[in-house]
């Protein structure tokens, strides 16, 4: 996917014009640019984390002529993928989008003053999950083995046997 593709699957995912996802997108590396460049790690959360990598100052060769060549200290970019990027990696199927609320972008909402309101607690119930992990282990005893794929076979080449050449023999009248 190229960043064109990419400006594109933005825009129709979230609804924005293909400019604005553009502008997103832009200002996205940016940031992300401006921040390693400073020396701190940009850290999103289920996807990865940018680093800055600074490389020494070391001796090389030249692979022509063997001869000791300086190679310059350097800054590199790093990246360490995080623990939902990996589960989406090695997971079965491909990754699900995510929903988010589109909000409208033409007209800014007023400010309201926000309603005083009184917090109160609630507990979580642990009861359900017991149920999901036997209905998941369920689903896949009923699954059906999966079917291999055809072992594909190589034609051997074979090789044309050299034979010499007979003289004639002389004719005779």
């Not at 502008?23 to 460049?37: E, K, P």
């Amino acid at each position: 996917m190229n960043k064109t593709e990419l400006i594109d699957a933005i825009s129709s995912d979230t609804g924005l014009s293909r400019r604005q996802a553009e502008s997103a997108l832009d200002s996205f590396v940016f940031q992300v640019t401006a921040g390693v460049w400073a020396g701190n790690p940009v850290r999103i959360t289920g996807f990865g984390t940018f680093k800055l990598r600074e490389r020494a100052a070391r001796k090389g060769r030249n692979p022509q002529t063997g001869a000791a060549v300086k190679i310059k200290a350097s800054r590199g970019i790093g990246f360490t993928p995080g623990l939902g990027l990996k589960a989406d990696l090695n997971a079965k199927r491909a990754p699900r989008k995510a929903v988010a609320a589109a909000a409208p972008a033409a007209a800014p909402a007023a400010k309201k003053a926000p309603a005083k309101a009184v917090a109160t607690k609630t507990v979580a119930k642990k009861a359900a999950t017991p149920a999901k992990t036997v209905a998941k282990k369920a689903a896949t005893a009923a699954k059906a083995p999966a079917k291999k794929a055809p072992v594909k076979t190589v034609a051997k080449k074979t090789v044309a046997k050299k034979t010499v050449a007979k003289k004639a023999g002389a004719k005779r009248a």
